[in-house]
């Protein structure tokens, strides 16, 4: 069982739509990632928050906005996405290690 | 910069048999991650390599982790169709705490 939830599973929205996916750990972990994965490609990185501070921003699209509420909580936030933005996006959290610790991800699809 | 090469990128194998996977990065890396994704599903973290010499074992699988020659290896052992799935290996940059450079990812069939 992953200790990293993410919500939902799966979300269908139009390109006009503004919608949220959500990431939940309890781990005590204080690295949290989003990563994007297109079919049969490796993740990439998106955004790392570090102690709750945004670290990391690889050049990510404006239509795409990270928030940490607090330790244990990742939002992103999707506003205005176009049909390539359709893919499975990936939350993680990470102890000092750097091993990253999956959700089960939210399958997007843009119209 | 760092780069990532994982070969093979396509494996097909019969039940029983052994394999290597190998791992090879372009510079300078002490942490290296090897990860596991079934067909449809997230990532699940098998390996962790912190070390030169580095070695891990979990079930049939072992990696290695050889720090001067940039290199990792991921041995399966007298496969099973249960192991049949895409792995990657991760790697460190030197100047990051959380960045990676991913491998292509090695799709792995076992044949009963």
């Known amino acids: 069982d992953t200790e990293v939830t993410q919500t939902p599973k799966h979300l269908v929205m139009g390109m006009t739509n503004k919608k949220s996916l959500k990431c939940e750990q309890h781990?005590?972990?204080?690295?949290m990632y989003w990563y994007k994965q297109k079919a049969k490609k490796p993740p990439e990185l998106m955004f790392v928050?570090?102690?709750?501070?945004?670290?990391i921003n690889e050049s990510v699209p404006s239509r795409f906005s990270p928030e940490c509420p607090n330790s244990s909580l990742l939002n992103l936030h999707l506003h205005a996405l176009q049909p390539e933005d359709s893919a499975l996006y990936l939350c993680?959290?990470?102890?000092?290690?750097?091993?990253?610790?999956f959700g089960e991800g939210s399958r997007l699809t843009v119209l | 910069e760092l780069k990532v090469e994982q070969n093979p990128l396509f494996l097909s194998m019969q039940e029983g048999k052994n394999y290597t996977i190998y791992c090879n990065y372009s510079?300078?890396?002490?942490?290296l991650y090897w990860y596991r994704q079934d067909p449809g599903k997230s990532l699940e973290s098998l390996f962790v390599?912190?070390?030169n010499g580095a070695v891990k074992q979990e079930g049939r699988l072992m990696a290695s982790l050889d720090t001067k020659a940039r290199l990792s290896t991921l041995h399966i052992t007298a496969a099973v169709h249960d192991l049949s799935a895409t792995y990657f290996c991760?790697?460190?940059?030197?100047?990051?705490?959380?960045?990676?450079?991913w491998g292509a990812g090695t799709k792995l069939i076992i044949k009963p």
């Open positions: 781990m005590g972990h204080r690295a």
């Open positions: 928050y570090s102690y709750e501070k945004l670290s």
């Open positions: 991760a790697v460190g940059k030197a100047d990051s705490n959380y960045q990676l450079i």
């Open positions: 993680a959290s990470s102890p000092f290690t750097g091993e990253l610790f």
């Open positions: 390599l912190l070390s």
């Open positions: 510079t300078t890396s002490d942490r």
